[in-house]
């Protein structure tokens, strides 16, 4: 388990998470996301969000299936 500082609710914070690959993409104009895919991937991945409407990325959310191995976005 690494400690890898996330931004959460425009705070940054240090959480303990396994090491993964941070992978972030804009499509511009308007579309950001990032995909973080970790070491000990379990072949999986959970989408988590708010179906586009928010205007941001809810880290929070991204980091409970991180830990449980699966690549999250």
């Known amino acids: 388990m690494s400690v ?6 425009r705070v940054m914070r240090m959480v303990g998470v396994p090491a993964f690959c941070r992978v972030v993409a804009r499509v511009a104009p308007e579309v950001n996301f990032e995909l973080w895919m970790p ?15 928010a205007g941001n990325i809810n880290f929070n959310s991204m980091v409970a299936p991180l830990r449980r191995g699966y690549a999250t976005s």
Request: glycine share 14%; net charge positive; aromatic share 4%.
């Open 4 to 9: 890898n500082a996330v931004m959460t609710n």
């Open 39 to 53: 070491v000990a991937w379990n072949n999986k991945l959970m989408a988590v969000g708010n179906g586009g409407l």
